[in-house]
């Protein structure tokens, strides 16, 4: 559930701290009085859209976050977890979004950073925002068949992925297949190619790791006569060899310290120590002067070995142009070739082998088909009867509704079906698609009779309508006000609305105002006590004494409903 939703800087919205409960809560307000922008910044901390020109003027950053509490919902903790997200030891979990200029924005779960992809995943699970788009979208028909599997028990909707899986293994199969099906005079150009780039690798007997130990031995080859001198120098000064009379070598500089340092200890015994160390350092420079000798005597150009190891190299890094970056690519692509030979040399066998395949994924693919339409039917059939209840109950005096579903003659990730809601608005008239005999108003109420339907399953606790009164007055506006408050009992529902009907019915009431203030435009939101709320309801019915005797009564009205 949905405790908290705190904005800062957000568009005209200096600061607001809105706090929720159970029950239905509506939002209402003057036209551009910013309801629009509370849906946004609670669209933004779930991970939509987010710019720098949603920042509110002269600020440097937006913030927006959203706190719920999931204490009593173990089953979407569950889900959580899946995604490697938890509440807090009290049940809290916060969403939160920071945007600033130059389009940057953090995103946050329990103050810990995360990506937009993972707070879109948790906020799928959290809460259900259903806006004019939304209803639209029942216009298209290749939206039903994803409704409709909402509407599929849980423990069957596993044969979806088995089917999105089948589907994958079965369209990668008949690819390769219609890849690798040719005549034989193709085939026979195929091979000669192969054979010709795999001749090309084998023969240069590649090993794993040689591309550096040459590319080593060759900057050793090509310098040798640099690092000959320098070890000549090094070795000099050390006093591995004659210094040529420049320099006394440290060699012998030591020595020479050794015994002056030796000739006095006998005078303080302190220098004894100070005479060992010189004796440790001779010993080492010593040694080091051996190594040197012997480095040295280890180095000597040879004009050959430094052309075969060039050669080497080129060979190498033409193959890498031509068949992998590396030579673990170099042999796995020949890998790749030896098996496409071996393939095109016992073609008749390969190909059999592959039908036979192709035949036992596509008859898999079937049968998942089958199961899943079982199950869309049977979904369908207890959709079709709980959709005639609630369109009743919304004033769809005496529609039908059915969920249409089809054969289709190529496999899809979903399936073969083919599913479209088809609706009769009066007795005697067929069925037809949605597209065809649907206003907007009548659009809204069948995606509520949807969500009222769905509710029940899906574990989301928070469900928000915009624009759900779209097209509706009268008595349908009264009954779908009940059907809100009836859904408010189960979840905590949130509706922005023009109606007084529906306002009528909230169990909390906000108001959205916006003023002009030294030529600052500032949007701000207050809960409304019992006086204010027939203020507003008589605002809503347009202002006049009478109807300020009608937002009684709706109140009156809608109190006597909820009890």
Known sequence: MLNELNIKNLALISRADLSFSRGLHV???ETGAGKSMLLGAMDMALGGRASSDMIRQGQEEAFAELVFDLSENEQTVEKLKALEIAPDEEGTLILSRKISGAKKSSCRINGETITVSKLKAAADLLIDIHGQHEHQS???????IKILDEFVPAGDRTVFAQLREAYREYRDLKASYEERFCDEAQRERELAYIRHELSQIESASLKTGEDDELQERYDLISNSKRITQSLARAGELLGAGN??????????????AIAEISSIVSYDEKLVSLADQLKDA???LSDACHDLSERMASFDFDEGALDECSKRLDLINTLKKRYGSTIEEINDYADGLRKKCSEYEDYDEFIKGLEAELASSEERLKKLCEKASEVRCAAAASLEKRMKEELSSLNFLSADFKAAIEKKDEYSPLGLDSVEFMISMNPGEPLKPLSQVSSGGELSRIMLALRTIGAADDGIDTLIFDEIDSGISGVTAMMV???LSDLAKKRQVICITHLAQIAAFADHHFFIEKSAKDNVTTTRVEILGEDE???ELTRLLGGTASAGVTAGELLEQASEYRN
Do not use: C, Q, Y
Request: glycine share 12%; hydrophobic share 35%; charged share 30%.
């Open 481 to 483: 006000a009940k059907k």
């Open 533 to 535: 709320r027939i203020k």
């Open 282 to 284: 001779e010993s080492i």
């Open 138 to 144: 029942l216009l298209s028909k290749s939206n039903h």
């Open 243 to 256: 210094a040529g009379g420049r320099e006394m070598p440290a060699l012998d500089r030591v020595g020479s």
């Open 27 to 29: 939002l209402t307000g």
